[in-house]
């Protein structure tokens, strides 16, 4: 059964304060691994997929890596508007469901 | 290119009542995955469509079901509602591929009294 676990559960960073989180998963046959932001009331909004270990992707403020148990989303000198809950999802080989970890919520003070 | 939309947004509903909540995907999208969210339990799945056929299944008890059309829309019903049923419920759309990246609409916020 395929699991997640991020962390920390909240973050609360002073604005331009860089940070990090991470989200370890277990998962047969990697298809991806996915990231996504979400506001509070609203669907979650796609950020990155990686799909292989040593993969990192960029946006903005933001870059997401992974290793083979781990993803972790780097946020650099953050602003109050990236104040949302943090999403990841890994999907296993031959499903079409994503996974999700119960999220990281990143409260950003000015 | 229009996102995937979510009728009606808000719902209440009374224990015992069904519901029919509608999802239109992103166009040329073929597969349409339906999520619960509650704040106790996070993000779960539901099903998945893709051309008309259920290709996968979460563990949510039979009340629960779910149907795609041939334009790829879909609606999932629940009956014989109960409290615990309150959640928001989250449509998302891909291509159809087990890496294709999944496209959330906004949800429909179901409250059940």
Redesign the interface.
Known sequence: EDQVTQSPEALRLQEGESSSLNCSYTVSGL??L?W?RQDP??????LF?L?SAGEEKEKERLKATLTKKESFLHITAPKPEDSATY?C?P?G???????????TKLSVIP | KAG?TQTPRYLIKTRGQQVTLSCSPISGHR?V?W?QQTPGQ????LF?Y?SETQ??K?NFPGRFSGRQFSNSRSEMNVSTLELGDSA?Y?C?SSA?T??D???????T?LTVL
């Open positions: 298809r991806g996915f996504y009331g609203k669907g979650p909004e796609f997929t799909y999403l999802a999907r080989a031959g499903s079409y469901q994503l996974t999700f970890g119960k999220g | 995937v597969s995955s999520y996070g993000l779960q799945f998945e893709f290709r996968n979460g928001l989250l998302a159809g087990s890496k990246t999944q496209y959330f609409g906004p949800g916020r």
